[in-house]
């Protein structure tokens, strides 16, 4: 056995729009307890679009959390926690970029959480090829912006500060590390 | 003036051990009105620690909220908001991997938003370099393995699935796309 804190307790404080909200009570190994924090996340899908000449579909929307607009690969969250994460990264991909895969041409690239130090949100990111336009279909509180740009323009944008999502930067950079 | 939701109204749900937890209301422009969650962070550092021979030094503990262990590069929260992110990085690269830089050799790499759709956690990355060996300094309730890995390793656990922590992808993916 390895040396950690033992989760002894689990309270609901609160069910939120998207996350619910826990309070855990733990153990220390040394016999001490605290209070930790946990959010509960039904878990999400991202898609890098990449168009036949390389260029890489992304959009642009605001953000309420962090009172910003933010250029993102598309993503969403599951349609329920039993949803298969191809099958929502292939409806994001047409619902926030207007554009269409055929579900063979969406990839499984890599799978992250977010934060793992208080939520348990999981994001399967996949990569889509052969695209073509068909149209968006946003949500009602959806306003998003759609633009192409090569990987290298976006390597530094990341550098510069202008693209500032974890999901974004964690899957561009991994998909430009498989890269020939 | 953009289409965007706005935010009419901010309500404290709980005050947590690491975050707090507001209800806001928001005002979509067809005159809807809907909540959304908001988790405010007071914000955290990370070090991606480089030895002498171009291997990185991560660490590895044991994540409540995920019920996994985790190999990370070494990260904390501020001692207060106003805390300078390149200290705190600075210090949970000792605290954490009992190696010491100078903080002349600590630089700057790049920020990220863990989760931007409900949370404001912002995380500033750094490099370090020169190090020396002095010892760990763990809080009460941490219990941290340290390991060198190349960047090739690195790159190779990220597409194996086996670091999933999105900050630690992010910083480690895009420090590769920085190498000659």
């Known amino acids: ?97 207007g554009y269409y895969a055929d579900l063979n041409d969406v990839e499984f690239l890599l799978t992250l959480y977010t934060t793992v130090a208080f939520c348990n949100e999981k994001i399967d990111i996949y990569l889509a090829r052969n695209l073509r336009k068909t149209q968006q279909h946003l949500d009602d509180d959806e306003f998003i912006d759609v633009s192409l740009h090569t990987i290298d323009e976006l390597t530094q944008m990341v550098r510069d500060g202008k693209i500032v999502d974890a999901k974004t930067i964690a899957g561009l950079m991994t998909y430009r590390a498989m890269l020939p």
């Open 1 to 97: 056995m390895e040396l950690r804190p033992e989760r002894i307790g689990r309270r609901l404080i609160h069910n939120g729009a998207i996350v619910d909200i826990y309070q855990d009570r733990m153990v220390l190994p040394d016999g001490t307890e605290e209070n930790y924090d946990f959010i509960k996340h039904k878990g999400a899908a991202a898609v890098i679009p990449v168009m036949d000449d390389g260029r890489i579909i992304m959009v642009r929307q605001y953000r309420n959390a962090i009172d910003q607009y933010t250029l993102e690969i598309p993503a969403g969250g599951l349609n329920g926690a039993d949803e298969p994460t191809k099958i929502a990264a292939h409806r994001e991909l047409e619902e926030e970029t």
